[in-house]
């Protein structure tokens, strides 16, 4: 397999400079051959970093004949139109999580995708992480027997910096956030959420609560095949990074995650003390590298991937939802 | 203190000779004088054990000069009119929980106690298990800062037995099981339950579908402080007792309970394999104890039992609630 | 099996009370018929308690014919003289650990019992521990393969208290306290110790120092089939009782014990802080009374106590190897 | 600060790769400017992945002019001359722990480096991982109080490959693995040992007992200071890669490592199982890029590196004694 894919970042956030990093180092038969950011000293610096082509124009950028593939890290508002550009302009995608803001955005980035030709992930590499495929695999296998009960716990350290902290441009703590745990949901229980009611608001951060934004919320929800589920997000927690998955199944439960780290504790007069996890780039960084792979794996031998148009459509609906319940204050049917 | 209570246990299921044993041997200023069950070769039998009084008609037990108080351990149905009776005559009552299956029932045995002046404590044993008091103290200490959302998950390891399997006898799941769950959220939050959305089914039992009951339920709820609340409760757990509270406040979060005893471990080439917790009777024996103690306290002192015939309504309110809104398929809103 | 064992417990401290207690309530076909300890306010106040007779001197005691066995619950240095004198008298002998302060004692004792042909116990409950039973059934079974390598960590919280300071009543360290952990290296291994060598020192309390005692010990060892072991003890833990042990084979290792409990903890800035383990009355309780059931099994049944004066030898051999390690900074060759 | 230090690294098995990795990609101020094995068709390949200059020979490499400094990952016996050479050449040198196979060797090492006046930094990593770190900082901090005690358990999930099965060229068990274990026992102890007692055998692996190694050693020890210590070492473990220190202290302990992976585990009627922790590179890659980092800073900034010749030296001479008490079976004293 001698071809290799031209990938070129744009948005070199947090999570662009990670897709950089390991689209130039940790992928074969991938090569990072552009950054793009309109931020220019940005993305000079990540360009010159690699010794690679650096735009400050996401248009240029696309109609680089190296590139053969985008990785969409943006704001979430812009990711739409981004898609669909580089659609048109004949590129495969890979676009970080949420997929868009909204339902009718989702409906049209799939449209244009398809009317493309091209692949299309979307970056929730909780499905690339080993605890997690594990769990899924273990599901599959029927370890558990028929799962009947999904429980999803996220607490963020931190609130969301700069535009994440404006629901508009990041679909708010159900979108930006959650979109993960409902990804997981739907993905470990082989099933749809159909139904979902909210209650949560801004108790914790003035600027979360002007900006019409949530800060802890709790969720309970139905699948399509009868069963359960109940999420949980926040976006404090002083002790660390907390995201646990719970699986109850007939037979058996699966456990994923944990509250501590169990490599250093301190045992004085006032009891053993763990630390928190650290944040979700250590946590998953062998999962964006699993993901990368995916994409690029999906490219050249020409399969569907794993987390596609479809689930990150799902997700928008489901956050929907979630807002549509939560301001309401009642329970909220999903049709697909 | 030269006083001492006498003590007679009505009911010698499972849990009336654990109570049995306790104010036989452990509660100070406490004497068992008397036990009592229909069937009379139960009652003969541990009242020979302990060289004390047995009767097979509570009403006789009733009249004993010698009895101050009673303990009630038998099927929920029966626990009106046990307690009205015993107030009727006089006696302290310790009922075991829920007090009764009807909100109805739980108003009148209310009035009666009031009438009778007798002390009535619920046997919500969990509010004096040590690790549950400690979380209590924590939180009203202000070490989580103002508490936000309650978890409680509650697993048995088989479904109930006998009487208990008939919802009408025991209230059904959300009485005969989690009100336990329901009087913690109460008072670790120091907080009413507003409102309950309630998902679940039998699906793990035939006998408990026949009977009308659930064997998974998912419920989500509000504090009346605006607080959020979680439980899921299922009578089924192949790996043992799995009971885990959490409490998120702004400040810090509490866990308690654990899935697994840490006690004995063992690594092979499948891993390393934890057992998990033995049945409540020896998590909770403690408790017992101390509960026991706390009941023969408040009549030597003339205090008001920490779960009096309020919390003991009030877990019947929200079970009856919890049960409309499977029903109804929509969240219920609670009046008090 | 109608018979029913008269038992008689001499040395009413914090051990004889937790034996008075069991053998009163919690074993069948034995009953607690007297109670004996120097200090006559204790004895009556005990005796009282459970309505038996009490005595202020021993061999009254042993004249009783009532009694069929005692439970020696006195300090070491006495344990020899009351252990022959009950068998002398045809009186059972369940003995608190260790069985005796000297080797030559020990001997005596074994000869003793073997004369008179009376049953001879020896109080190492660990054995009846259901972790460390699971331990050995599991390492019996082949479940770890060969076992290589035994580890031992004990760690008491606080110093032993009145006479057990003094190491020429108690042995010092290594049979007062480690003593057990040397009968569970020759029990889970099923091999004897053939060589120690101890580094340690008194550390900690001055007043450790000037008996002569140690509080901090470090000690490796061989087993008689080529297997190691090493075992660390200590007389202070700051953060609560804490007891490991570890036996690694050639195809899995067992873990018992842990440093801390689970059932409570609390995530805050300065991480998640879990409380230590209660101390061993505590942890052993369900063993104490397993052990006093097979005491009383192997009186009615003709058994050999599964901890008998052969096992009470050994542990006061290593210890006395273990003190001539000590002083002559070498290791120390044990002959059997 | 400019200048940028250029850096080959020789010796590209599995951990002259990740240095290899580390140096061309996470660490600022460095240039990996070349690689080199006498294996030439790996040189070439990772030379081509990087775009770097490559090497067959180490004579070669050391008179490349950009070279500032080189890393030395080749198989322990060649230690000793490479890092003369290197010296000579007048460049800094970064070795792969163990420093050198005899301790003749290390002082002929240290003396060249001196006479060249070059940077000598030991891979010993753990010294860089953030858990270790975390301890060293805590006891200098004196949060146990004075520290009495370290206990080391390491278990690799393997026996050691290739050149590093036989003891010759790799030092044996005590250098090759648990050389590792001593030097954190001096580090975090701030104490040299200064005797060692040795039991161990080749209990598993017939090619390692063919060829004069052991695999499993149970090694207890004194320091300078009056502590103790204790180090269990084991070429297999079936759950996965087992490491596990303790530091016992007046005040307090601390704990570093586990042996199971908390963040995936399942319930069933087996109990909870956990899998083990994956194998030291992945445990440990933090730690590799910190140790690569330190290097290239102590080159720029002109300081001595946390683990120096003195250090190296120190290893090799405890190993040494532990092979003399293993093969006269008595504790041996270390001169230093």
């Known amino acids: 397999m001698g071809r290799v894919v031209g990938v070129g970042v744009v948005g070199l956030g947090r999570i662009g400079i990670v897709h950089s990093e390991i689209f130039a180092l940790r992928v074969e038969n991938a090569k990072l051959v552009a950054v793009c950011d309109c931020r220019e000293h940005i993305a000079r610096s990540i360009g010159e970093k690699y010794g690679i082509k650096w735009y400050a124009d996401y248009e240029k950028m696309l109609k680089d004949k190296d590139l053969d593939a985008v990785v969409i890290c943006t704001p979430t508002f812009l990711h739409a139109d981004m898609i669909i550009r580089a659609a048109e302009e004949g590129k495969h995608i890979l676009t970080e999580k949420p997929m868009t803001v909204t339902v009718d955005e989702a409906k049209k980035v799939i449209k244009a995708v398809e009317k493309a030709g091209v692949k299309l992930q979307v970056a929730y590499m909780r499905r690339f992480d080993y605890a997690y495929s594990k769990a899924k695999k273990s599901i599959d296998e029927g370890k558990i027997g028929k799962p009947l009960l999904f429980i999803g716990l996220a607490r963020d350290p931190a609130p969301p910096p700069g535009w994440a902290a404006d629901p508009k441009k990041s679909g708010g703590i159900f979108l930006d956030m959650l979109s993960h745990d409902f990804d997981m949901a739907r993905w470990l229980m082989s099933a749809e959420i159909t139904e979902v009611y909210v209650r949560g608001g801004a108790y914790l951060y003035e600027e979360i609560r002007e900006k019409g934004d949530l800060d802890v919320v709790s969720i309970s929800f139905s699948f399509d095949n009868g069963a359960m589920g109940y999420i949980h997000g926040s976006r404090k927690s002083t002790y660390g990074y907390d995201l646990r998955t719970e699986v109850y199944g007939t037979e058996g439960t699966i456990f994923i995650g944990c509250s501590s ?20 780039a250590g946590r998953f960084y062998e999962a964006y590298i699993a993901e990368d792979k995916h994409f690029i794996e999906c490219i050249l031998e020409d399969k569907k991937p794993l987390v596609n148009g479809i689930d990150g459509l799902r997700a928008v609906q489901i956050a929907e939802a979630a807002w549509k319940s939560f301001k309401e204050r009642k329970p909220v049917k999903i049709e697909y």
């Open 261 to 280: 780290d169990p490599m250093f504790s301190l045992g004085t007069r006032d009891g053993i003390t763990y630390s928190g996890i650290a944040w979700f």
